[in-house]
């Protein structure tokens, strides 16, 4: 069973950055799609990026390019997504999500409803 655990978030003043990660652990594959997604107060989840473990390529929503940052370190089951330039929209639970044994360019990665794994969420709050 893959589990996934995120850490990093917390409380920012807006222009600060955070870096969030996701530890994955239990039963893992060489190439999964690795996604982060976001769920605002009263708001729908959106995917703001993911990754695929073997390449490496790196998807972002168009909302997040450019302050957004997604990584990943294979050997260690970690995945990391730099945030700069926060702003108070940004406020959210972040989740981590892995769908295993598919590239995330091969299907709507965006949706979240393809992964079947998620973790906990950590809480991000920026500060005007």
């Known amino acids: 069973q893959l589990q996934l655990v995120e850490s990093g978030g917390g409380s920012v003043q807006a222009g600060g950055s955070l870096r969030l990660s996701c530890a994955a652990s239990g039963y893992t594959v060489q190439s999964r799609c690795m996604g982060w997604f976001r769920q605002p107060p009263g708001k729908e989840r959106e995917g703001v990026a993911a990754?695929?473990?073997?390449?490496?390529?790196?998807y972002y929503a168009d909302s997040v390019k450019g302050r957004f940052t997604i990584s990943r370190d294979n050997i260690k089951n970690l995945v990391w997504l730099q945030i700069d330039s926060l702003q108070p929209e940004d406020t959210a639970m972040y989740y981590c999500?892995?769908?295993?044994?598919?590239?995330?360019?091969?299907?709507?990665?965006?949706?979240?409803?393809?992964?079947?794994?998620w973790g906990q969420g950590t809480q991000v709050n920026v500060a005007s």
């Open positions: 999500a892995a769908k295993p044994g598919i590239r995330c360019g091969g299907f709507d990665w965006k949706s979240g409803v393809h992964f079947g794994y």
């Open positions: 990754i695929t473990t073997d390449t490496g390529s790196r």
